[in-house]
């Protein structure tokens, strides 16, 4: 399988060679030449996740040797995971949560940075790079802690995590600026994510820094899932959670489903589509945005319109204007029209929003929820099925049960339960009538505990103590000068 650029399609790649890059020098994102197609799915039934993983992986990733591919996914779904199935479904109510974040970081970003540390070093092998790697990474929460987590102490890469100071949970950031391992950094911007993922972006196009690092024999990539290798790993709970309701004749084999999934940087609702694209049964794909209702707009309108505030939620990994991963889906719905996604990124730039046709969109259904409805939606829950959901999840409960009420669908559903509910304490207690007044974080997620009856994960309760390493504060215009600190290459402007 090649893949080229969504800017340009003339430069076909390795998939080694995607991951590695991250994102391709023109600004555009590496996307499969083909989505390859999985015939007779209902067969797969009894594969446990590692081998549904491997089905899936080898399509995608077709210069790793197979023993090795097979080795980085045995590597990566082992005893991190608290569940044997690694990603559980429950049914609660009329609903199906595949819950994603039984991983290390307690977040869905541990089910693909898991895996891409070890595809990264397998990829470094392949193409006999005599580089080190700096992974840059922006974050506005979960993907943070998740890329630091699988990087840590990996020989021959450097890992850089930007955050926005003020834009992250409290227990996000203690897990970040806790980190330990010496190729570890972290800073926290003093902008927004889209401050951080711009300043990323800018830094992997600004080809005389390339150079300079290249000359002090460091290159880039990226853990975000602008990398290929973030998104591909995470297609395979999509067909676990398909073949599940098969194995547990919830449903008839080819019968379509509904997927929710809380959305941010469209990666992982993306990840869905190509589930679709390969022969996944599903019939609609739902969008579900907090405040931040680009997509929502988009899906409803075909108009992409960022110039809006970006709006500081409770569920701060969906806190992002700038979908980065809509560019792919605008390559596969133009029919692979680079010139056409090329200028539609050149107007969001220039004039800060762009359109497409509408009826292009027709797989998809967006809503949004509000704060309230946030908190609504997990007391109810909680009250109604003793089920407690974390406010990214509980915004896909809110937007499914709009759906519901608009069109009457009773398609099987399935919501993506994308983070642990103890990473955002004040506001899940809160929700279900828990008094935080005067309560520090780690007395609020005691009080969850108690009242959910729930053990508080231990990648939270061992943080309580952690001592924070890493005091990293810069404005977002000067990233590019603290990846020169860190790296100890002097000052490119010298
Ligand atoms: N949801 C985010 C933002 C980055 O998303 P990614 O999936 O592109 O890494 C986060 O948790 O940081």
Redesign the pocket.
Known sequence: MEYISTRNKTIPISSSEAIIQGISKDGGLFVPINIPKIENIGALKEADYKELAFIIMSKFFTDFELSILKNCINNAYDNKFSEKEIVPLLKVGDVFFLELFHGPTLAF?DMALSILPHLLKEAININKIDREVVILT???????KAALEGFANVGGIKIIVFFPEDGVSKIQKKQMLTQEGSNTFVVGIDGN?DDAQNGVKGIFNDQNFVRFLDKNKYILSSA???NIG?LIPQIVYYFYGYLTLLREGKIEDNEKINIVVPT??F?NILAAYYAKEMGLPINKLICASNENNVLTDFIKTGIYDKRRELILTSSP??D?LIS?NLERLLFHISGGDSIFVKNKMDELVKDGYYKIDKSNLKDFYGSYSTEEGISSSINKVFAENNYIMDPHTAVAYNVYEKYKEETCDNTKTIIVSTASPFKFGTKVASSIGIDIKNKDEFNIIEALATKTDIEIPKAISNLKDKEVIHNNKCNKEDMKGLIEKFLEVGDIDD
């Open positions: 970003k922006a974050t506005s929460g979960d993907t943070g994510f975000n899932s602008i973030r941010g940087n990666g990994s969906m992002i980065s």
